[in-house]
């Protein structure tokens, strides 16, 4: 497939407005926008390689049309919009500060470790400033004042997931981040930086009879909803037990643990990894959850499972946050589909095929690392070389096209990146659809 194709969605006429080629995005690579642009991260032509085609990408958002790239040592992570100044952190530890019109830098600072997580605004000695922690913990400001950064200190812990604020906290100079090992910690940086541990996730015993516990491993995302905190996270297997807990912001007491919605079945539902950002909807927290098909949804006040919604017949991990945008909901797949749910009746409006996935022959020559494990080389398996359907890729296997990063909705458009490369841009809304209404189970 090449750039400026389309692919045509399910039993519908071709919503796909431009498909431009700006370089592969996966779970870090984000969107913003910006004007009458979008700006996006890229890993370049190789993920978790540095290339000629690391860095931040500003294109026309009716045309795809390039306005400006700035190529970064490494794989440019998640970017982050202040005023008219963007910050991105790289995979060799630069944080760079960026003008959104011009893609010129207006500062650097090296950090001692990569930084994956998105930045945050919040008042640091009075001034809105964006701050940045690295994987290592260390916090770094940057003041569009002087347009300089600094570093405040270091904090003990392993960062990956995106720090919160809220506009309360962010006025009383305090974030939320989280460790790998499942320490959520209230930070400090007002004046002098300081912290102190809100609550820590243990590892739990398995819903099921057996001789494991189900460990940690890593903080998948935080919500902030009023003084609840919304946590979900990464553990060793899979359990009937979603892993997503509500904390109290004040005291760090748990509130609810979520609970599977009950079905027909009796069979139990093993439920993988949560490292995405769930949404929340009229009293709801919706969801997918890694190695399911469904859309899940639970209670906002008790964590109780309501409802759940087949997507399609993929087991693989998620890696895309659903995007809400009204009472309708997108869902990137890692198998290329994007669905449309409208949320009051429960139904799959679209699936729309953005891209087939293949094996490709040079990734299928290199190493490549996601967060947690050194990928071996094994392909994702052509289709008619195995009796399986096309679901997804297993652990261990490299993920060469699909839908990893998270879609940005705008003006009655999506703005999707996939794992191959290419920036789509798309009708948005339920005018295109294929078939009837999908029921919830």
């Keep these: 497939m090449t750039s400026g194709q389309t692919i045509r969605s399910i039993k519908g006429s071709d919503p796909v407005v431009w498909r431009q080629r700006v370089g592969r995005m996966h779970v870090r690579n984000n969107i913003l926008a910006w004007k009458d642009t979008v700006i996006l991260s890229t890993s370049g032509d190789v993920w978790n390689e540095s290339d000629e085609k690391d860095g931040v990408v500003c294109v026309d ?10 190529r970064t040592s490494s794989d440019a992570n998640e970017v982050f919009l202040l005023g008219n100044t963007i910050t991105c952190g790289t995979d060799d530890g630069e944080l760079i500060a ?3 019109d011009t893609g010129t830098v207006l500062a650097k600072f090296k950090a001692e470790s990569r930084i994956v997580a998105r930045s945050v605004a919040v008042k640091v000695r009075g001034d809105l400033t964006a701050v940045a922690i690295s994987v290592a913990g260390e916090v770094l400001a940057y003041g569009a004042e002087n347009k300089t950064f600094r570093s405040l200190g270091k904090i003990p812990g392993d960062f990956r997931a995106n720090p919160v604020t809220s506009g309360a906290l962010s006025e009383r100079g305090l974030l939320i981040a989280a460790t790998e090992s499942g320490r959520i910690i209230e930070i400090n940086v007002s004046d002098e930086l300081r912290w102190r541990e809100l609550h820590q996730i243990e590892a739990a015993k398995p819903s099921i009879k057996a001789n494991y516990l189900l460990n940690l491993r890593g903080a998948g995302s935080l919500v902030i909803e009023g003084d609840m905190l919304i946590v979900s996270y990464a553990r ?50 919706i969801t997918t959850l890694g190695y399911s098909d ?8 008790t964590g109780a499972g309501l409802w759940k919604l087949r997507l399609d017949d993929g087991l693989f991990q998620n890696w895309a946050s659903p995007v809400l945008h009204g009472n309708v909901l997108y869902v990137a797949r890692v198998n290329g589909l994007l669905i449309t749910v409208d949320l009051t009746l429960r139904a799959i409006l679209r699936s729309l095929s953005l891209e087939f996935p293949y094996t490709s022959a040079t990734d299928d020559q290199r190493y490549h690392r996601d967060e947690d494990t050194i990928w071996r080389k094994i392909p ?28 940005l909705c705008l003006d009655g458009h999506l703005y999707v990146g996939t794992v191959s490369g290419d920036l789509c841009a798309i ?15």
């Design 61 to 70: 958002r009716n045309t795809g049309q390039s306005r400006w790239f700035l």
């Design 98 to 100: 960026i003008d959104a």
């Design 236 to 285: 060793v297997t899979m359990d009937e037990t979603p892993p997503i807990r509500a904390i109290s912001l004040i005291t760090g007491a748990v509130i609810w643990r979520a609970r599977a919605v009950k079905t027909v079945s009796k069979r139990p539902q093993m439920l993988g990894n949560s490292r995405i950002t769930p949404v929340i909807w009229n009293g709801q927290l």
């Design 294 to 301: 469904s859309l899940y949804s639970f209670s906002l006040n």
């Design 380 to 407: 994702w398996p052509e289709l008619q070389s195995t009796g399986l359907s096309y679901s997804g890729p297993a652990a261990g296997q490299p993920l060469t096209a699909g839908l990893a990063s998270t879609p």
């Design 427 to 441: 009708i948005a809304g339920a005018r295109h659809h294929g078939g009837g209404p999908s029921s919830p189970e």
